[in-house]
């Protein structure tokens, strides 16, 4: 069962190959490719986070910034500027990449929990900027984005192939965060995020790992905003929130920090759940995520694949 | 009409007034985030939900609510009772019921709980009583201003300012200058040494708890008059607050009473000259601050 939190072994490989031919299926059987594509963006976001506080260590409550500030730009190109959309999105990423790059510099001089509020802060003051700002529509962000054509010559605006777009890009991203937790470089980062003093005795310099792991990590949570504004055709306020920062760390808790498959699970596991209570529950939405978020922290803090390994890991003990 | 630097000099005192204002909520609440900080080592989200608890339960009071068949109605000043008694009611039941479980852990947890915490409270006021601002009326022994010469000040904002330095400074002197207050700090070092010597730790982290939220209940009362009381106005408060807590220093309690004051007083000298950047100044100042000096001002972290 290692492959959930590690996902390099055979069975690793099986498993996500499986996982992989069940997402290609999907649409054919009747699943609604918007709702998947929208979870899957969502999963980006997770996995990008949990590169950061899984792997690294670092609690940032402000990652909404780079997600919803990536698709404030994609959006306002693709409307405004008519790019197509594959330069929209690196553009997106670019923006929260340097975005990224400046709050990582403020935030990595403090440490734990300090940490958390600077970068809370910082988004906080990105949130108001793109409430003020000309081009992003106030109160009611930019909507009716039209999805173009990919490099000029696929149009996206039939949601079957706008889903392969989106599975594609998930997949690269899916390998790249693969590549980065197992490569010298991702065990550096493990390093700090188990003993950051032992790490700098060690001759690293801890600081320019973090800040590059925090320009990753935002580059990344912005591509899933990007790519979240060609799903939804819209980017709004929400996206920037606070309350968009929670719900990412919500969906990397339950589904299992600093395990493989953890955020992809949360991700579809909460943007299931707010699809299914937003017609029932309403304005309540909020609160049961509010209360889903309290009963994780107090008694499900390895989420769905940490509990799991758990299990398994119990389960090879006795036997 | 007298200027300086081009503004009529009763604006700027007015401006700088309201920033003073300002900066004793800012002050009040990052004591209070300081206090629980100092022996939960957590950082309380939920305190912007507290404080705007506590405004609601003041402006319940004045309209009246019916429980169980009774009528409860009361004015401002029993309203500074009771708004701070209910939200420490509520503190005691939060630590008692969810925070205790946290303590062995690392600090993140506690502030993702509180988190979630404050989404609730947040979601269910804001599904009772909607977005919309409530207004509450100042009581009428603190309506009208004063002529000061200078300026005119509106009587309660000069209330607010006032009350908020006596609590301040009460709550200093109470974790300084007391036996309680060396108990707490002690807990603080050593809480299993502290226990051996026979002091109900546990009962004593509920009660800071409790009283931390209290105070972020009181300055929610006190509130109510001088904004517009809505499910949101704690939320967005409390990301400031934070900004002033990491520009001070959780170290010190002295500390996060200047900073709060002193960070209200900037912003209100921004809004005069240039207001465009009023609600950012405070991050600004903390991004130099961080650069700077990354404990904070008065930080004693490393």
Known sequence: ?319 | MTEVFGVPIQALFGQLMLGLVNGSFYAMLSLGLAVIFGLLGVVNFAHGAMYMLGAYVAWLGLDGIDVHGMHIQFNFWVALLVGPLVVGLVGVVVEKLLLKRLYKLDPLYGLLLTFGLALIVQGVFLQYYGSSGQSYDTPEALSGATNLGFMILPNYRGFVVAASLVICFGTWFLIERTRLGSLLRAGTENPALVQAFGVNVPLMVTLTYAGGAALAGLAGVLAAPVIQVTPLMGSNLIIVVFAVVVIGGMGSIIGSIVTGLVLGLVEGLTRVFYPEASNVVVFFIMAIVLMIRPAGLFGREK
């Open chain 1, 1 to 319: 069962m290692d492959w959930l939190g590690q996902g390099v072994d055979r069975a690793g490989k099986i498993a996500w190959i499986v996982a992989l031919a069940i997402l290609v299926v999907a649409p054919f059987v009747g699943v609604y490719p918007i709702f998947v594509a929208q979870a899957l963006c969502f999963a980006i976001f997770a996995m990008s986070f949990n590169l950061l506080l899984g792997y690294t260590g670092l609690l940032s409550f402000g990652h909404a910034a780079f997600f919803g500030g990536a698709a404030y730009i994609t959006a306002w190109l693709l409307q405004e500027k008519h790019l197509t959309p594959e330069l929209a999105i690196l553009a997106g990423v670019g923006a929260a990449a340097a975005t990224g790059l400046v709050f990582g510099m403020i935030a990595i001089r403090r440490q734990g929990i300090y940490f958390a509020m600077v970068t809370l802060a910082l988004a906080y003051m990105l949130s108001f900027f793109f409430l003020q700002a000309s081009f992003t529509g106030g109160e009611n962000g930019l909507q009716g984005i039209e999805r173009g054509r990919l490099l000029g010559l696929i149009p996206l605006e039939g949601d079957l192939a706008l889903y392969f777009f989106v599975l594609a890009v998930f997949v690269g991203v899916f390998l790249l965060v693969l590549r980065i937790v197992h490569s010298p470089y991702g065990q550096v980062l493990k390093a700090i995020r188990e003993n950051e003093p032992r790490a700098i005795s060690l001759g690293y310099e801890v600081d320019r790992y973090k800040l590059l792991a925090f320009v990753l990590s935002a580059a990344l949570a912005g591509l899933g905003g990007s790519l979240k504004v060609l799903v939804l055709h819209l980017a709004t306020l929400q996206d920037v929130r606070w309350e968009q920062s929670g719900e990412v760390i919500l969906m990397t808790l339950l589904g299992g920090l600093g395990t493989f498959a953890g955020p992809v699970v949360g991700a579809f596991t909460v943007v299931g759940l707010q699809n299914y209570l937003s017609d029932r529950a309403g304005a309540w939405t909020t609160v049961i995520i509010g209360v889903i978020f309290v009963l994780c922290v107090v008694a499900f803090r390895k989420g769905f694949v940490g509990e799991l390994l758990a299990w398994q890991k119990r389960k090879a003990r006795k036997a």
